[in-house]
């Protein structure tokens, strides 16, 4: 890659990997549903997963990581079940793993 004064694109000046204000895969416009997401929902039973229950709640449109944090706080408030304050507590490794499966971008 070279020293970042010799750098020849902006490519080669930008910092990867969370090196910037956000940390790695965070998407700074926000999360939205993919087709194979979507058919992944269409599965019988895929809503009683974990994985199912937090697609289920992308379908509603593109979501920043803060408001899906806000939005699952209140599910947990509301609710009060053992799935959802396991999907808040995992949340970042449920973005992580659905980005990984292609079922987020």
């Keep these: 890659m070279g020293c970042s004064c010799c750098a020849n694109s902006i490519s080669e000046k930008i910092p990867r990997g969370g090196g910037g204000y956000l940390p790695a895969g965070w998407n700074p416009f926000g999360y939205a549903i ?29 979501k920043k990581h803060k408001v899906l944090r806000e939005q699952w706080v209140e ?31």
């Design 34 to 62: 993919t087709e194979l997401g979507l058919e992944y929902l269409n599965f019988e039973g895929s809503l009683e997963s974990d994985v199912g229950r937090f697609l289920a709640s992308m379908k509603s449109g593109r």
């Design 75 to 105: 599910i947990v408030r509301v609710s009060k079940s053992g799935q959802s304050m396991r999907i808040l507590r995992k949340l970042d490794d449920l973005i992580a793993f659905c980005l990984k499966a292609g079922f987020l971008d």
